[in-house]
């Protein structure tokens, strides 16, 4: 099913990796080469026409039982999974004299040596060649941060017009705050939305990111058939999202990509149902939307399965259109005009609409009516760092885009919700790939994969 170009890409990014002269690994997290978070923040350079962009690591939680993970832009354009790091990228801009081109510089705090008995050994800007270890052109100490943004706008005025930053970001608040004070401007500076540069960039993956996707999907994969094992009247919705869990980390995944949702019964009705607390009761379905993520990047997937290892006539009836429909939303695809995420079905090149018009010519709700009044929800997102990574919608989907088709009907009346979720990438040629396809999709293949293991 996997275009073999994927290994190579794998393994190059492993012996790179392997090169890199760390004393200490900079995290348990594959990272992909330098240069090519390198060329990321070229190609944000860019796009920034002049401007400077400036972002920060995710700052850590406050609580201990929640781990860290690096803000999404941040990790994208750096690799770097340590907090209190900033990086600013200084876009090239014709206009000026030469000496204004593009520069990066990734910020890094001080090393506090009593915190590293907590933390471990860090790297700071005193360290032998730090940016060099970082994969960065320059590195500075934190503390230099407001200084060198103030310089650059004393040289080149027209920068302050042409600042971006994380929206929200109250550390991007905080230094533009600073900056203008010493500046003597009375208006705090101002910065346009970052994420619509980052946005564009990260919607195309890499054969790289792709390998990682691909790693996800397969851990993702393991922990759905051992879910299908332990389904059993009398087993616990949490029970069964534990161990999961655990086999997500035994395939090297280090967390959920979201909380798991196992729900049966009337919870099959509930969309996003994570309290995962009810014991499963023969006759009814369970809706089991669980999968994880590999050194930073998601998958996602859902399969509905019937508590008692078979689905009731009715079940199955809802079952099909809703295969159905994902098998004709992905049948209908064609790289460079479909689109999803279009809940209006307004847009004719929509997967969307072609979902919905499955189920709503197949089958009937409990009082007669379509089935698609029972569909609630976007047929799909893209997939990445963020399970719904960042895109303009509805997204006109192109080769390197991973993305999900997850068409479902809730009818609560019935105890019955039934969803079924692939995370597809679309490959170089323009064809479609489902990184799930080796997991059972149809009524009777997901009952045979139940009875397999009683
Ligand atoms: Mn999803």
Redo the contacts with the bound molecule.
Sequence with gaps: MFRPVRLPALLVALALLASLPLAKPLSALERQSPSTYHARRVALGQALHGGVAVLFAAEEPLLDFMPYRQDADFYYLTGWNEPGAALLVVGDDPQADPAHAYREVLFLPTRNLRMEKYTGIKMDAATPDAAKRAGVDEVMSMGELPQFLNRLIRANRRVAGNLWAPPDSAQATALLQWTATTLGDATPLKSHDLTRLTTPLRQVKDAGEIAMLTHAANASMDAQRLMFRSVKPGATERAVAGEMIARMMEDGCERPSYAPIVGSGINSTELHYSENSATMQAGDVVVV?AACEYSMYAS?I?RTVPVSGHFTARQQEVYDVVLGAQRAAAAAFVAGKSTINDPYHKDPNSLDTVAWQYIHDHGKGPHGEPLSDYWIHGL??MVGID?HDPATYPAVLKPGMVF?I?PGVYIPEEKLGVRI?DTFVVGADGKLIDLIAALPHTASHVEAAMQSAR
Excluded: N, P, W
């Design positions: 939307d996602d859902t799909g997102h399970v999900t997850e979720e």
